[in-house]
């Protein structure tokens, strides 16, 4: 089992939906990075955050330490938002470890 | 602007050749890292490095080898100790550590002929 979990691994939306990739991991953790992907490859980093939530623009991120538990949302989705979101995790004291991604496909 | 440049955007390397993959920073960044993407897994962290003339092996750092003599370089090598190299390879920079934000490069596309 991967010490991080993404799901789903593929989504497709039509314009305008929310939507939510979830992130879950099995390890201790000090912070967590959401990422995109683009086509060409080249990878922008969203958030870091280490406890409760934080917002930019239409993106949402949370995080629930507890529970091992990151969410990624996107409110009103735009075919531009197509990409994969790759969730990864620092355990304390330790290198980051990448989720599979998520592939999401946003139709207009 | 500040960012960092990997260079060559595609590389085919001969059997038994080693290859340098090149990775420049001007965002005066203390650590930077190499990692290796194949299709349908996570990325792993190949080298990393947090101050100049010291770097560290990662997860899967077998047929590579690194140098990091000035702050703003951080090349890559791929021996022909690699067996299967042909992969997406992205370098990245953050200020101090993996906690804090990392800023990736375009990524280099190895191929073997």
């Known amino acids: 089992k991967n010490e991080v979990e993404q799901s789903p691994q593929n989504l497709t939306a039509q314009e305008g939906e929310f939507i939510t990739i979830n992130c879950s991991y099995s390890?201790?953790?000090?912070?967590l990075h959401w990422l995109q992907q683009h086509p060409g490859g080249g990878i922008v980093s969203l958030f870091m955050?280490?406890?409760g939530k934080k917002k930019h623009g239409r993106l949402i991120a949370t995080i629930n330490i507890q529970e091992k538990h990151s969410s990624l949302h996107i409110t009103a989705s735009h075919p531009r938002d197509s990409a994969v979101y790759i969730c990864?995790?620092?355990?304390?004291?330790?290198?980051?470890?990448f989720g599979e991604g998520t592939q999401l496909t946003v139709n207009p | 602007d500040g960012g960092i440049t990997q260079s060559p955007k595609y590389l085919f390397r001969k059997e038994g050749q080693n290859v340098t993959l090149s990775c420049e920073q001007n965002?005066?960044?203390?650590?930077m890292y190499w990692y290796r993407q194949d299709p349908g897994q996570g990325l792993r962290l190949i080298y990393y490095?947090?101050?100049?003339?010291?770097?560290q092996k990662g997860d899967i750092a077998e047929g590579y080898s690194v140098s990091r003599e000035k702050k703003e370089s951080f090349p890559l090598t791929v021996t022909s100790a690699q067996k299967n190299p042909t992969a997406f390879y992205l370098c990245a920079s953050s200020i101090a550590g993996f906690q804090e934000t990392q800023y990736f490069g375009p990524g280099t596309r190895l191929l073997v002929l």
């Open positions: 965002l005066n960044h203390d650590a």
């Open positions: 490095s947090q101050i100049v003339n010291d770097f």
């Open positions: 990864a995790v620092v355990a304390s004291g330790s290198r980051l470890t």
């Open positions: 955050l280490s406890s």
């Open positions: 390890v201790g953790i000090s912070a």
